[in-house]
């Protein structure tokens, strides 16, 4: 937000230079030709000055933007990590989770395995 105001007010201030800078040059007409120069030079260096600010603008939008990319990265990898630590806990316990004793009845070939719950799991598997 401090961001856009930044900006909005560096237009603003552009705008107001680029006022002066015409009015100068109206100005300078009636005078010699060093002054002439000068006010040459000082229109070069704010259309610079514009360049560098577009410039510096969009330096900071993409920086912005893939800070943004970052967190997101960031935050889905914690979700992830997270999702892994919750299923983690049984396993880290010793006792199998319900997927991985009906994964190994049906490798055993064990009939009605599908309709069995972790107990009667257990049981077949002869662990029980």
Do not use: C, W
Not at 7 to 21: G, M, N, P, Q, Y
């Amino acid at each position: 937000m401090a961001k856009k105001k930044a900006e909005k007010d560096a237009e603003k201030a552009l705008i107001t230079a680029r006022a002066a800078v015409d009015e100068a040059q109206r100005l300078v007409k009636k005078l010699d030709k060093k002054t002439r120069k000068e006010a040459e030079d000082l229109a070069a260096a704010l259309e610079q000055a514009a360049k560098d600010a577009k410039k510096a603008s969009q330096r900071a939008r993409k920086t912005a933007e893939a800070a943004a990319k970052d967190a997101k990265e960031k935050a889905q990898a914690a979700r992830e990590r997270a999702r892994t630590a919750a299923s983690a806990p049984a396993a880290s316990t010793g006792i199998p989770t319900f997927r991985d004793l009906r994964d190994r009845a049906k490798a055993q070939g064990i009939q009605g395995y599908s309709r069995m719950n972790k107990a009667q799991l257990l049981h077949a598997l002869g662990e029980g």
